[in-house]
């Protein structure tokens, strides 16, 4: 029999509520199946299971509210397996969706665990310790204690002292003193808060441990817009495609040639990812940023990703993310290309190793065969991890993208 | 044959779907739509698959221009329902 814990996903996430269940006991469910609609402060998420088996039983009601890592439904597998795996999940991992995987069937699974990255984007490390107390601290103050430098307690064990020394930082700081009074009555602006702190979490630790290193590139994006402008002259509006799209079926192939870009560093370690999960970061409305995961985009054409950018954003902003999409991106991919501001030069997610900003489209003058013309450029710019790649290579994979979009008719 | 204004609450219902946060009433109907509303291509691709279904009319990229913002909308609307 198999547990099924409520996951977290993120920091500032001690709790969750099973919104619906999507299956009921003695349904047999196949692995990537949704089993319930999990409520978050950014919507509904929803949850996958990871295994091919029968519901056995549904532990929490619908709108119940439990801790995070507590037992919500279990499964029975159609292999079996070992009881005495479990306990090792309930130690190292509460709050994490996927303890189980390391010890069960998912080994093929080769990234590691990535958790929404607007909150603390933690390795999965298994070596992390924390004392009760201090875990129950850290997660009362929202602080991501598995993003935390090691404590004062043996073998670098995060004790409650550690813990009330980040709190008593984090009060003095300027931020801090302008967030107290916004702490709002109403649940969205605590929420609010929660996420801006998550956010603020990831950030700074990336800011902290990642040497990064920043390259731009100027492109000319004339060839793709006439071409997109031919593609789109008859077509419905659903059927047209945006430069979007193609800048990011680009980035995705270039991305298979270029491995020191795609990845996870973690305990010291580089390594690569097999795919493209090319991560979506999608502003959120009301504030915040979510980044989603458009799966193996390297494979994707233009038309279909074109179809899968829409059909994300409306479930960013209408609910029905799925658990998948949050966790497993490879890189991310910030676009401000509609906004007011030609580059960006933006923060590694950790445990990822770079980030692809693209600024607006713009006029500008353009010298093409020795003469000076108008061209629609893109800058496009590169935040990298210097412990895993360096400029040379960062050129490259720009110069890569550069040249795919001088193709675009290649990528549908 | 729907009066102006109207349409425009129509294309207001529409816009509300798109962007539920967004307060119609403060919007100029003259001002520019995208950035008043903070509307991005997508958005704005999405609105107009809606409004193609809602009312049957198909703005190309050409046009795009011309519907700016909501006033521009409605009349290039109530233009293509009179052709």
Not at chain 1, 131 to 156: C, D, T
Not at chain 1, 379 to 390: E, F, K, P, Q, W
Not at chain 2, 2 to 20: C, F, H, M, R, Y
């Amino acid at each position: 029999m198999k547990r099924i814990d409520m996951p977290s996903f993120g920091a500032d996430m001690a709790k969750g509520t099973v919104a619906q269940w999507k299956v009921t006991p003695g349904e047999e469910v196949k692995k990537g199946d949704i089993i319930a609609s999990i409520e978050t402060m950014k919507g509904l998420i929803d949850m996958e299971v990871f295994d091919d088996g029968i519901i056995e039983n549904l532990l929490v009601a619908e709108g119940e509210e439990v801790k995070v890592g507590s037992p919500i439904a279990e499964l029975r597998l159609k292999e079996d397996i070992p009881l005495k795996a479990e306990p090792l999940v309930t130690e190292q991992q509460p709050g994490s969706v996927m303890p189980t995987e390391p010890q069960a069937k998912q080994i093929e699974k080769q990234q590691p665990i990535v958790i929404p990255l607007e909150k603390s984007a933690i390795a999965p490390a298994t070596s992390i310790k924390i004392s009760p107390a201090a875990k129950f601290k850290a997660q009362q103050l929202g602080i991501n204690w598995q993003g935390l430098a090691p404590g004062r307690g043996p073998e670098g064990a995060i004790l409650l002292a550690d813990i009330e020394s980040l709190e008593r930082t984090e009060r003095v700081t300027e931020t801090d003193k302008l967030v107290q009074p916004q702490i709002a009555q109403d649940d969205s602006g605590a929420a609010k808060l929660l996420m801006r702190k998550a956010i603020a979490d990831v950030v700074s630790r990336s800011k902290k441990d990642i040497p990064h290193y920043y390259l731009e590139l100027d492109v000319s994006v004339e060839k793709t817009k006439q071409w997109l402008v031919e593609f789109n002259a008859d077509l419905p509006p659903e059927q047209r495609i945006l430069i979007n799209a193609v800048i990011y079926c680009a980035i995705a192939r270039a991305l298979m040639h270029f491995p020191e870009f795609n990845g996870f560093y973690q305990q010291d370690t580089f390594t690569p990812a097999q795919q493209v999960h090319l991560g979506n970061a999608i502003s959120l409305r009301q504030g915040g940023l979510v980044v989603a995961a458009i799966h193996n985009a390297q494979r994707i054409n233009l038309k279909k990703m074109m179809i899968l950018l829409k059909d994300q954003v409306i479930r960013v902003r209408e609910g029905g993310l799925r658990m998948s999409e949050m966790q497993d991106s490879t890189i991310t991919v910030s676009n401000l290309g509609d906004r007011g501001c030609d580059r960006i030069q933006s923060i590694i997610f950790p445990p990822q190793v770079a980030i692809i900003g693209i600024g607006r489209q713009r006029s500008v003058p353009w010298v093409m065969d020795e003469k000076i013309v108008i061209a629609n450029i893109v800058s496009i710019s590169l935040a990298a991890d210097h412990r895993v790649s360096d400029g040379h290579m960062g050129a490259r994979l720009l110069d890569s993208i550069d040249n795919l979009l001088q193709q675009p008719e290649r990528l549908l | 044959m729907t009066d102006l204004g109207s349409l425009k609450s129509a294309v207001g219902e529409l816009i509300l779907n798109i962007a539920p946060d967004v307060d119609l009433k403060q919007l100029d109907p003259e001002a520019d739509m995208r950035d008043e509303l903070d509307l991005d291509s997508m958005d704005f691709l999405r609105l107009l698959e809606a409004i193609s279904h809602k009312f049957g009319v198909n703005i190309p990229e050409t046009d795009y221009q011309k519907v700016a913002s909501l006033q521009a909308i409605a009349d290039y609307i109530s233009n293509a329902q009179i052709k």
